[in-house]
């Protein structure tokens, strides 16, 4: 039976270059929306087995709908030009594909495929038409399935009319009904303001079609019923604009589009010019008889007497891997590393580096001054250090170049990264080693070419990185900060921050009675012994028993969440008592539990693990044990510090906090003239926002007032909603609505920053902070709601939370930098948010205090100056 796939090219195209991090090859051209589109026909061509295939296009901006209404599509940002360029090549793809491609002036791709799939519906000819465009649903019939696009181009999700009866509870062409209620942000089509896509569909229901609305508008109710009758033209204009012409007039056929294949020396040599080495090399092609991608490299496994082999070309490494298994590098197992030389990989057993014959390779190591690449330095300073090897002199690190060229990247592996970037690909460790209980090292053989192929791999991934850094003005951020972060990381976490395990044993005695305590009052106000832990038996005792409102359900009973309990404690005493019980419980079980399994027998110390390349903002992430989540906001979770003591006797903990360093950034950003001035006098920041909000002056401004010009504060770095805010403070959305717009009215300046960084980051995809730290954001331009809104927030706090992240990592660099010029005992253990924690000696304390505070306060000029509050204890909790 006949086969046609129409692929709708512009909306591939998009997907692909978004989904992928900004590829070139050696000559500069961007490559990544063709690599992307390349491996989508591929799939399609291996998955389908196609017998007639056309990839549409649009042919221009201009088409008929602008006719009707000239602000069609008019909100788009414009295309990219690493984008632009591409579609020759993507076009030039086609041919080497032997795809057949058209576009139509005047006509959308869109258009194109709805006649072609009407023709072939008439010709009972199966179809499967590719996108990623929801609009395209209203083609689905018994012929013609479409395929939605999702996670980038990588996965599809196909809708035939049972597929989408079944989601959506419509038939194909009530999708054109629901884009005419909902409207269509990407497209510039306004539908009725506030109906989304959950309205849009109980509409639709109910009465059918936008017309049937529209004639029923009296049924409906509230402001519904106003918003409805005001846009009633609106609704039928974006109607029209969402449906799909089908006669479109022109000569092509679908029994003219068929596909016999490609010619293998025309891809070749496309993919050739293109550098896509990884699928010449997975497809085995030869361009004019020349070998698939580079020559692969052998791998020698190095023995004790060939060493002096790979020690005699130890100029010439260019690249090494070392291969630690374990999550925690504290305790990882160092099972073998690769030095990758341009005509050779040698594989060696870390074993050797500690004999006589391995001493010269482990100098090369620990040789500061020599230049090294490798991936994940950091990681491999911890593990070989707690086997006595030191790392230094790490000159590039793919690990941490992959994660600022694309910190959202869904697989860091060196597997992951030689995909991206269209490198010869290696198996997955999973392939290698087995998962889980079944996880075994292979053979030496088979070991060493897996870990030789990872360092060449790193090499080769290094090559293609470094031109990237510089073309996205990375150069400063990477060299001069990201990378020696790694190694000032990594020399906390080896000293380690000693803790009191018998104070801590002490403590969680403590709270297991203070547990006790605090269950036999609910029990006593419950009425009865019931499991506190069980969320059904906690149900029937508030709910059925106790009687109070039912808040949420869920598929098992009554939710009995954090969410649910706060709004229920006005209603009973239980519920304090109740949330308290679950803070206390969590403490013991995660704080108390959780750090007496980490603290280190040799040393009575906990050595954290500082992730680098987790978070999207910049912000390190702190593991085995998370030293960043202990709950300091109640008393008992503060106490928990007490335990964190200096391993030296007598001397202190010094503890040093940015203070409101967001709202400062802001301010430098957004050079609003009220919040300047307030941070340039050293006001405080809460009361002065209170003070211009509610028009009064600073002896009048009370609690409450403090309180809500506090939330908003911080609220606003975050991009709060009135939903949100009306959540932290207890009032009504309308009020948090009229809060936030009072505090835009007062900030001018904040609210035009808001503005033009989510028009910046529809305009470039992107926003950075700074120091040039970049988060892409595709969804910016999304037709859902939802995922467009995260987008926007995410744009408006992306460079002021990003930004605080550089400052501190600037501040850790230099004050590591700076102790050592001063020559000072003193140590940096700790970074826990804003917060930077030191201990140090007696006769060094006036001094520390001095640099600590010079270095934090001068890590980053800004025109606001940076506060910062330093206190010191005999142990952490006291340096607060």
């Not at 929306?33 to 196609?50: R, S």
């Not at 005699?312 to 590098?329: H, K, Q």
């Not at 074993?351 to 990681?379: F, I, N, V």
Request: hydrophobic residues 40%.
């Amino acid at each position: 039976m006949s086969k046609l796939i129409i692929v709708d090219g512009n909306s591939i195209a998009n997907r692909a270059f978004y989904a992928l991090p900004l590829l070139s090859n050696s000559q500069g051209v961007h490559t990544n929306a063709v690599y992307g589109f390349t491996t989508m026909l591929l799939k399609l061509i291996e998955d389908e087995q196609p017998t007639h295939f056309l990839v549409a296009f649009d042919a221009g901006k201009v088409t008929f709908r602008h006719a009707d209404y000239k602000e069609y599509k008019g909100g788009r940002a414009k295309t990219p030009p690493e984008l632009s360029e591409q579609f020759p090549l993507i076009r030039e793809l086609m041919t080497a594909f032997g795809i057949q491609q058209f576009e139509l002036d005047g006509y959308e791709a869109d258009d194109i495929i709805g006649t072609l799939t009407k023709q072939a519906d008439e010709q009972q000819m199966e179809v499967l038409v590719v996108t990623g465009d929801k609009d395209m649903l209203q083609l689905a019939s018994d012929q013609v399935t479409i395929g939605l696009t999702r996670k980038g181009i990588s996965e599809m999700e196909k809708y035939d009319p049972d597929t989408i009866e079944e989601k959506y509870g419509l038939k194909p062409l009530q999708i054109i009904d629901l884009k005419g209620l909902m409207g269509d942000s990407s497209d510039n089509i306004p539908g009725i303001p506030g109906v989304g896509e959950k309205t849009g569909l109980k509409l639709l229901h109910a009465y059918g079609s936008v017309e049937e609305v529209l004639n029923h508008v009296e049924e409906l109710k509230g402001k519904m019923k106003e918003k409805v009758a005001a846009h009633a033209d609106d609704a039928k204009m974006s109607k029209e604009l969402a449906t799909i012409f089908r006669e479109v007039p022109m000569e092509l056929a679908v029994d003219q589009l068929a596909y016999n294949g490609y010619e293998e020396e025309k891809l070749a040599e496309m993919f050739k010019r293109m550098e896509f080495k990884s699928l010449l090399e997975k497809m085995e092609l030869k361009a004019s008889g020349e070998p698939v991608g580079e020559e692969s490299v052998p791998v020698e496994i190095v023995e004790k007497d060939s060493l002096d082999k790979l020690v005699s070309r130890l100029d010439e490494i260019e690249a090494f891997y070392v291969e630690v298994i374990g999550d925690n590098p504290h305790n990882g197992e160092v099972v073998g590393m690769a030095f990758a030389c341009q005509d050779v990989c040698y594989f060696v057993r870390p074993e050797m580096l500690s004999t006589p014959e391995g001493e010269p390779l482990a100098a090369w190591l620990r040789e500061g001054e020599l230049s090294k690449t490798t991936y994940d330095a950091h990681r491999i300073q911890l593990a070989l250090a707690w086997s006595g090897l030191d790392t230094r002199g790490v000159q590039f690190d793919v690990l941490l170049a992959g994660y600022l060229l694309d910190p959202t990247q869904g697989d860091p592996s060196v597997k992951g990264l030689a995909d991206a970037y269209g490198i010869p690909s290696l198996p997955a460790d999973e392939e290698v080693y087995g998962k889980g209980a079944k996880f075994k090292l292979p053979d030496s053989q088979t070991l060493a070419e897996h870990i030789g192929r990872k360092a060449l791999t790193v090499k080769r991934v290094a090559d293609k990185q470094k031109e990237h850094i510089e073309t996205l003005e990375m150069k400063e951020l990477f060299y001069d900060l990201e990378l020696p972060l790694s190694g000032v990381l990594a020399t906390m976490e080896l000293t380690g921050v000693k803790v009191s395990r018998e104070e801590l044993e002490d403590y969680g005695k403590e709270l297991t009675a203070k547990l006790a305590e605090v269950k036999a009052k609910i029990v006593e106000l419950a009425g009865r012994e019931f499991n506190l832990n069980s969320p059904k038996q906690l149900g029937e005792i508030l709910f059925e028993e106790l009687g109070l409102p039912v808040v949420k359900k869920t598929k098992t009973g009554y939710s009995t969440d954090a969410e649910v309990l706060e709004k229920l404690e006005p209603h009973h005493e239980i519920i304090g008592h109740l949330l308290y019980y679950r803070q206390i419980s969590k403490l013991q079980s995660t704080y108390i539990e959780g750090l007496l399994k980490e603290i280190r027998e040799e040393t009575g110390k906990i050595h954290t693990y500082y992730r680098q390349t987790i978070a999207a903002t910049g912000r390190l992430s702190s593991q085995y044990p998370n030293l960043q989540n202990i709950p300091i906001r109640l008393e008992e979770g503060r106490k928990i510090r007490k335990v964190f003591k200096p391993s030296e006797p007598d001397w202190s903990i010094l503890a040093a906090d940015y203070s409101q360093i967001e709202l400062r950034i802001l301010a430098h950003i957004s050079k609003d003239e009220k919040l300047m001035e307030a941070f340039q006098q050293d006001q405080d920041i809460h009361t002065k926002t209170a003070m211009d909000v509610f028009g009064v002056q600073a002896d009048e401004v009370d609690g409450e007032m403090r309180r809500r010009a506090k939330a908003v504060n911080f609220g606003i770095v975050y991009g709060i909603s009135d939903y949100g805010l009306s959540q932290n403070l207890g009032i009504t959305r309308k009020e948090a609505a009229q809060f936030i717009e009072q505090y835009f009215n007062v900030f001018e300046g904040v609210k035009r920053f808001m503005d033009e960084i989510v028009k910046e980051a529809k305009q470039n995809g992107h926003v950075s902070t700074l120091l040039k730290r970049r988060r892409n954001l595709p969804e910016i331009n999304a037709s859902n709601f939802n995922q467009r809104s995260f987008a926007e927030r995410t744009a408006m706090n992306t460079p002021i939370q990003g930004t605080a992240a550089d400052i501190i990592k600037l501040a850790m660099v230099q004050m590591m930098e700076r102790m050592e010029q001063e020559g000072v005992k003193s140590r940096m253990l700790l970074q826990v948010h804003d917060e930077l924690v030191f201990e140090v000696p007696p006769d060094e304390v006036e001094l520390m205090k001095k640099i600590v505070r010079e270095t934090m306060e001068g890590a980053l000029p800004l025109e606001v100056p940076l506060k910062v509050e330093i206190s010191t204890g005999k142990d952490w909790y006291e340096a607060k």
